[in-house]
């Protein structure tokens, strides 16, 4: 089936540590998203591809980094430089070049907690 | 630069009535999409409805239909016959034919009481 798969769901990570997020889509899509929820929040876009070995900051892109080697895959790493990283973390994906007309779809999410 | 504004941060609707969620939005870009998306306790997030700026007629799909004004740069989303399995939290966003990033609003949480 295709679709769009995160994981793990449940990342727990010391303060101080790096952790790394993954997210593989088998839709052939040419864009993905990566976006941050905290708690009765709304969805806010750390980083975005368009294609590969290409990707632009979204609206709160500090204390993350990405890459984008591969269409299937867009790895978003979570540096100690991200003061307060608790939150979940969606990944999305969605064909480009379509004058904004096609959805996105998301993957199920994953849950990092610093403990 | 894109933005999307919802101003009910939460709703409170009878069983089997009809609600309106609001979203309001802002672009530069000359054409662009507007989507809802449902996204229940679980966290997942479910696509409902999508409108296109220049689509001339208002999207449907099943009890949802998207109540667009151009004009107005407003994009209500209208739930029919409201059902308990409608509680859930609700995104609007919007993708511009330029600017292809996702943006979406800050939602709305929807309870639907028996």
């Known amino acids: 089936d295709g679709g769009i798969t995160q994981s793990p769901k449940y990342l727990f990570r010391k303060e101080g540590q790096n952790v790394t997020l993954s997210c593989e889509q088998n839709?052939?899509?040419?864009?993905m998203y990566w976006y941050r929820q905290d708690p009765g929040q709304g969805l806010r876009l750390i980083y975005y591809?368009?294609?590969?070995?290409?990707?632009q900051k979204g609206d709160i892109a500090e204390g993350y980094s990405v890459s984008r080697e591969k269409k299937e895959s867009f790895p978003l790493t979570v540096t100690s430089a991200q003061k307060n990283p608790t939150a979940f973390y969606l990944c999305a994906s969605s064909i480009a070049g379509t004058g904004g007309t096609t959805e996105a779809f998301f993957g199920q999410g994953t849950r990092l907690t610093v403990v | 630069a894109q933005k999307i504004t919802q101003t009910q941060p939460g709703m409170f609707v009878q069983e089997k009535e009809a609600v309106t969620l609001d979203c309001t939005y802002d672009?530069?870009?000359?054409?662009?999409?507007l989507f809802w998306y449902k996204q229940p306790s679980s966290g997942e997030m479910i696509f409902l409805i999508y409108q296109g700026s220049y689509d001339q007629q208002n999207a449907t799909e099943g009890r949802y239909s998207l109540n667009f004004q151009k004009a107005r740069k407003s994009a209500n989303l209208v739930i029919s016959a409201s059902q308990l399995g409608d509680s859930a939290m609700y995104f609007c966003a919007m993708r511009g034919a330029i600017d292809e990033k996702l943006t979406f609003g800050t939602g709305t949480r929807l309870t639907i009481i028996p």
């Open positions: 839709l052939n899509h040419d864009a």
């Open positions: 672009t530069s870009d000359p054409s662009y999409g």
């Open positions: 591809s368009q294609i590969v070995n290409d990707f």
